[in-house]
């Protein structure tokens, strides 16, 4: 009995240690704001055990997706406040997140400004050898539904304004890229390369749908730690010349305010019945 009680005794430390492994390392968070009619808005990341906002993301319109940015593993709440609100002021929306080690999301703003949530997506950072991984998230209010196909592969059918489709494998390479809705067909091309992640966002542009190309991993099973190569920065008045401003302050406890356009170069556009 006094063999076994010590061994109990020695077991706890062991079980405490596994126990806490699982919240500890680094995963990677971007925000994003997917509303069409719904303005610009300031975004927070808090830690669970921390008033301080460790991310702040300042007038945010639609279209937007940030950088990943690395994270302890935890829990996390977002919060969305209309565009130059207090920081003290009562959210918008707020929703919270669990971020696990090696692990990559993307929380979203979406919907139409009446029925605005914020969606958490568990951003998948790897991919079956020698192929990549596609998905969609549909933001188009104006044509709600959409199919999406990436050569002769459907990636969509009938995908619904503000959903997402799941990941699918396909062959890399340079490959066509078609959007067909109530307004007509919408192509572009896109290169795939081995190993690499992809999410395709369609969007409302000045001229019909447009469509993006975030790259969710590089082929290295984590997320590009710099700002994402490609992206589209919204719709209001911003040409693909526009510039990417960031003032980037870090406080004495560690809170990073990230401030300005973080509206991504538009990398593939695709125009409804051009």
Known sequence: MLLAASALLLGIPAATAFASSATTGTGWIRLAHLSPNTPAVDVYLYSFDDSNAMIVLHHVAYGTVSPYESVQAGDYSVAMRAAGASPTSQPVLSTSVTIAAGHA?????????????????????????????????????????????????????????????????????????????????????????????????????????????LEDASGSGTPPLGGVSTGFGGTAGHGPGSPVLWLVAIGAGGTLALTGGLRLRRNRQLHAGV
């Open 105 to 213: 999301y993307t929380v979203a703003g979406m919907g139409p400004e009446s029925g605005l949530r914020l969606q958490v997506l568990d951003d998948d950072l790897t991919t079956p050898a020698g192929k990549s991984l596609v998905r969609v998230i549909q933001a188009s209010l104006k044509q709600q539904v959409v199919n999406v196909s990436l050569g002769s592969t459907v990636l969509a059918s009938g995908l619904k304004f503000a959903t997402v489709s799941a990941y699918q494998a396909v062959t890399p390479g340079t490959v066509t890229v078609s959007v067909s809705a109530g307004a007509g067909d919408a192509n572009s091309s896109v290169t795939l390369a081995a190993g690499t992640v992809h999410t395709l966002v369609v969007l409302d542009g000045t001229n019909g749908l447009e469509i993006v190309s």
